[in-house]
């Protein structure tokens, strides 16, 4: 199921999930982190980042693996830590390109491990995210910011009053969101704008 959306992963992972889009280098070009704050507190703290076997796992891996498989090339103990933030069971799951860019998303439970459909739709899911950011990226700062204005429902007529612009103006640069989005509606766009992490 490859249109999962980021709302339906709360039912995928109630304990948490962290996606990051389209990586080059260390830097997502989009993400989305609802993980717990004091796990990701203790995560900064103690520079996880470089012993995070999930990290290293996606680094070079397509597809979706359990948390749990990752316990043995795990020095710092993490998978045993996450526990006691609720996270005792995880999934990871990664896309690679030849180019190396990569996208990756953590999701995790706390009442059961995940099953093996559910990896294959975790990775379909970051699969069709990291293809699709690809056009979300070629949207303008002044699209973005009006779709972030019609999520907050925000009336077009108003937009344009804030923006110091013509409602035309405003209306051409929503038509432009929706054509790069593939959505019927500004009200789509903005949904679709807002699952990849633009606003």
């Known amino acids: 199921m490859s249109d999962l959306s980021l709302s339906a992963l709360q039912t995928l992972a109630p304990a948490g999930y962290y996606v990051g889009l389209r990586i080059l280098f260390a830097f997502p070009a989009a993400e989305v982190n609802e993980l717990p704050t004091a796990w990701v507190e203790l995560y900064a703290r103690e520079r996880f980042l470089l012993a995070d076997p999930a990290l290293r796992w996606s680094l070079n891996h397509t597809g979706a693996i359990r948390w749990g498989d990752l316990s043995q ?3 710092a103990g993490m998978t045993r830590l996450s526990a006691a933030y609720g996270m005792r069971y995880g999934a990871v799951a990664a896309f690679r390109e030849p180019s190396g860019l990569r996208s990756y998303g953590l999701f995790y ?3 059961r491990d995940y099953e093996d459909t559910e990896l294959e739709q975790l990775a379909k899911f970051i699969a069709h995210r990291h293809r699709g950011v690809s056009s979300t990226l070629q949207l303008t700062q002044a699209e973005i ?3 972030r204005s019609i999520k907050q429902g925000v009336r077009i007529k108003e937009i344009a009053h804030d923006f110091g612009v013509s409602e ?3 209306k051409q640069r929503l038509r432009n969101a929706r054509l790069k989005l593939d959505a019927a509606t ?3 766009a903005a949904i679709k704008a807002s699952e990849a992490g633009l606003i």
């Open 109 to 111: 439970r706390d009442d």
């Open 73 to 75: 090339d795990d020095p």
């Open 186 to 188: 500004g009200a789509q």
């Open 168 to 170: 035309g103006a405003i």
């Open 145 to 147: 910011a009006v779709l």
